[in-house]
């Protein structure tokens, strides 16, 4: 079994895809020869041609309408939009076809596509390309929003975003694209949708985060553990429909709860599960939920783009106090 | 200075305002008479439903329509040019095209009813439905039309925009892919002088919009929209070149938006009456009728016979559609998904609760 990293381990679901679907293609800009600007597709042009891993014009709008149109007709295109900060011309075919043909033509034509992106900050990149802008798309009904935090999910999360019926976007946090390797093993298993997964057990705090803050969360996760605090840690892994029963089993546990998110605070998907605590909940709460998120501000360019997101001592900071409520 | 590129745009009509036969070749199509009796039945009929939409909307039997009215001609061609197989991006008022493929009258008195089951409709299957965000079904044919170019099919994508879709980026993005990719595909400009209250000659200063294709290397040509024969002819040809695997056509038709925009514009704030008028002797229908008649092949007794069952037609189609009754609450949740979130599940059914036990709806989800 191979050890990969959790950019391989996306290669890896889409090489397999490839491999035993003939309705699968890649489309997007430089995934061909050049593997994308990651190497997500590296090596996939070479085996498979350049019909299914498709080098296409510099047109974001074109290359997610072409995907509606392609997945409308029986494929299930995968489509890259090289980071996040670009996808905002995909938005309207995203928002305003994918997410509702299937609704519109009562089942007549379906969108079976994945819109795949690299997203999050911390890689020291240029302006546009540090976003996390995930809750543009959890709002949006129709839409799965799907975001890996570790090698493993992220071969069996994007293995069940491509057979779906119906569209996913697909956001890849760039900045763990090399932090670990795990040993996954390439039997095209998937990893469900739609549910949270808890992926360290504990008694005393519930840590709730998704994509690159796992990293982070982890680190806290341990540090408490030096203190003799058991944390729970739950990766939501769907952001969008929201698994709130896995989170609010683990609440019951814990009765406390620290949500972590690198993107901006206001309508966020934490602000989702914060509501949803507070109605299905309550009465399990021992301390406030607390939030530790991104600031309400433009990213900062990569000078100051730690100071904005969050760390492992403001998790722990978060989880003192929490912890403090007796 | 060298030349490296240059264009022309050529402008193709047969029929005249006045059912006259022009041009030094006359195409098989100008001469089946048959076949353009039946095309003929379609423009009426096409028209007949046009007239008691907007008359459903106006007393409040039908929310906010879009007419064709006027465009009959370019829209049938597009249809009879086609073959099933054929798939067909249109934006939002190319009934005739639709009619011809098959699609049921009161599946679009359903769209325009606030009916999502309107778009679930007739006709070939692979059909796109009603595109409201302007030239966005540009792209999707686009797509179709690599899905089918990656499976070898003989097949094509036509995409229909307006002269004011041809400014957005989704039109110029496919045509561009439609070059890159040497695509099966017509797009199509449905050139109405009009969108909503902007004229045609400020959406652009080129001398066409057709040549908008040429920029992206494509074969562009302009033809009369009001000419039935002009535009079969034309998408024929294209159709033909896309199976052969030569790439896409951009077409150009010129007509005229006799019409309001909707049925929710007023173009008398912004057009003048006398152009309407003037438009009126170019429209398509009259010029038909005129080259059947010149030809023998039609009279006065067949046309009130045609208006006669056109009307019965429409009528029927009218009482299915006033009949379909409302999809059902259900119905907002059931097609969202394949597997149904159980979050949403959760919300089907607080809304069905609320809708009792006795609901009316329910009955005909």
Redesign the interface.
């Known amino acids: 079994m191979a050890k990969v990293t959790l950019v391989e381990a996306v290669t890896m679901a889409m090489d397999h895809e490839l491999g035993h679907d003939k309705d699968v293609?890649i489309m997007g800009e430089d995934v061909g020869i050049n593997g994308g600007v990651f190497r997500a597709t590296k090596g996939l042009a070479q085996k498979y041609g350049d019909?299914r891993v498709i080098d296409?014009?510099l047109?974001e709008?074109?290359i997610?309408?072409?995907?509606?149109?392609?997945?409308?007709?029986?494929?299930k295109?995968i489509a890259e939009a090289q980071f996040m900060g670009f996808i905002y011309?995909m938005v309207?075919?995203i928002v305003?076809?994918a997410a509702r043909m299937?609704?519109?033509?009562?089942?007549?034509?379906?969108c079976p596509l994945v819109i795949r992106a690299p997203y999050g900050g911390g890689i020291h990149a240029p302006e546009h390309h540090s976003e996390s802008t995930e809750a543009l798309f959890a709002h949006i009904?129709?839409l799965?929003v799907v975001i890996p935090s570790s090698p493993t999910r992220a071969y069996g999360l994007l293995l069940a975003a491509i057979r779906s019926?119906?569209p996913v976007i697909f956001l890849e946090p760039k900045r763990i694209y090399h932090w670990s390797k795990e040993e996954v093993d390439d039997d095209g298993e998937e990893y469900p949708l739609?549910m949270c997964y808890v992926i360290r057990e504990g008694e005393d705090v519930t840590l709730v985060t998704w994509g690159a803050m796992m990293k982070e969360t982890l680190e806290a996760a341990d540090k408490l553990a030096e203190q003799g605090v058991s944390a729970e840690v739950i990766d939501v892994a769907t952001v969008s429909?929201?698994d709130?029963?896995t989170i609010a089993e683990s609440v019951a546990k814990t009765g406390r709860c620290v949500i972590v998110q690198e993107a901006a605070r206001h309508c966020s998907v934490s602000s989702e599960i914060a509501a949803n605590l507070a109605d299905q909940g309550l009465y399990d709460l021992n301390a406030p939920v607390k939030r530790v998120t991104g600031y309400d501000v433009i990213m900062p360019l990569f000078k100051m783009e730690k100071k904005y997101m969050p760390t492992t001592d403001r998790i722990l900071k978060a989880v003192n106090q929490v912890l403090e409520v007796s | 200075m060298t030349t490296v590129a240059s264009f022309n745009i050529d402008y193709l009509q047969y029929l005249t305002p006045n059912g006259e036969l022009v041009g030094d070749k006359k195409p098989p199509i100008a001469g089946d008479f048959d076949k353009l009796k039946s095309i003929y039945e379609l423009m009426v009929l096409t028209r007949t439903f046009d007239t008691k939409a907007v008359a459903l909307q106006r007393t409040g039997k039908l929310g906010t329509y879009a007419s064709c009215l006027g465009h009959e001609a370019v829209h049938i061609g597009i249809g009879a040019a086609m073959s099933e197989k054929d798939v067909f991006a249109p934006m939002y008022r190319e009934y005739g095209t639709q009619f011809y493929r098959g699609v049921k009258m009161s599946e679009v008195l359903n769209y325009w009813g606030g009916d999502e089951r309107g778009s679930n409709f007739s006709g070939p299957q692979h059909d796109f439905p009603w595109c409201v965000p302007i030239a966005t079904q540009c792209t999707h044919a686009a797509g179709a039309a690599m899905a089918m170019k990656l499976r070898g099919a003989k097949r094509a994508a036509v995409s229909v925009v307006g002269d004011g879709g041809s400014s957005k980026g989704d039109f110029l993005e496919a045509i561009n892919a439609a070059s890159a990719f040497t695509l099966p595909m017509v797009l199509m400009i449905v050139n109405n002088q009009w969108a909503i209250s902007v004229p045609r000659k400020k959406q652009s200063s080129g001398r066409t919009l057709a040549q908008k294709g040429v920029a992206g290397g494509l074969p562009s040509i302009q033809v009369d929209g009001n000419d039935y024969i002009a535009v079969y002819t034309a998408v024929r040809a294209a159709l033909k070149r896309a199976y052969e695997g030569k790439g896409a056509t951009v077409i150009e038709a010129i007509t005229y938006r006799l019409s309001d925009h909707t049925t929710a514009d007023d173009a008398s704030r912004y057009r003048p009456d006398d152009e309407v008028e003037n438009a009126r002797q170019f429209e398509p229908i009259k010029r038909m009728r005129k080259y059947l008649m010149n030809n023998k092949q039609w009279n006065e007794q067949l046309e009130n016979q045609l208006i006669e069952t056109c009307k019965k037609e429409v009528n029927e189609a009218v009482d299915e559609y006033l009949s379909a009754g409302n999809p059902g609450v259900a119905s907002m949740f059931d097609y969202m998904f394949e597997d149904m979130p159980h979050t949403l599940e959760a919300q089907k059914q607080y809304a069905l609760a609320l809708e009792g036990s006795d609901s009316e709806e329910k009955s005909n989800g």
């Open positions: 293609v019909d296409t014009p047109a709008a074109m997610a309408g072409m995907a509606v149109g392609m997945s409308t007709q029986g494929l295109p011309p309207e075919h305003c076809h299937r609704n519109r033509t009562r089942g007549r034509l379906t009904p129709g799965r019926p119906d739609d429909p929201l709130m029963d």
